[in-house]
């Protein structure tokens, strides 16, 4: 079992950054892919980007390549989401999650879910 916490979340305005924390606790976290999802109101969760467990590989939905970085550090048990040039339609709830190496970008597929963290983008 793994429990993760979501922190970084704020107000920022559009072209501003953020970076997203996920510390995670329980079983070790270099087990589980990570991944970042989602929700704004009204819409799906959707994929937002997918780290490996070793950090070797990394994937992106198309609406936020180039604009956002994930990452992880598996000693300190942490997963990154730098987020840059931020655009109102970046505004949601941000969840990590980890799940095994066949999650992909499916949310259903993954096991543990932080309570997320919100992120607003004004104009």
């Known amino acids: 079992q793994v429990q993760l916490v979501e922190s970084g979340g704020g107000l920022v305005q559009t072209g501003g950054s953020l970076r997203l924390s996920c510390t995670a606790s329980?079983?070790?976290?270099?087990?589980?892919?990570a991944g970042w999802f989602r929700q704004a109101p009204g819409k799906e969760r959707e994929f937002v980007a997918i780290?490996?467990?070793?950090?070797?590989?990394?994937y992106y939905a198309d609406s936020v390549k180039g604009r956002f970085t994930i990452s992880r550090d598996n000693d300190k048990n942490t997963a990154s989401l730098q987020m840059n040039s931020l655009k109102p339609e970046d505004t949601a709830v941000y969840y990590c999650?980890?799940?095994?190496?066949?999650?992909?970008?499916?949310?259903?597929?993954?096991?543990?879910w932080g309570q997320g963290t919100p992120v607003t983008v004004s104009s």
């Open positions: 329980g079983r070790p976290f270099s087990s589980y892919v």
């Open positions: 999650a980890a799940g095994p190496t066949y999650a992909g970008t499916v949310p259903k597929m993954y096991d543990y």
């Open positions: 780290i490996s467990w070793s950090g070797m590989s990394t």
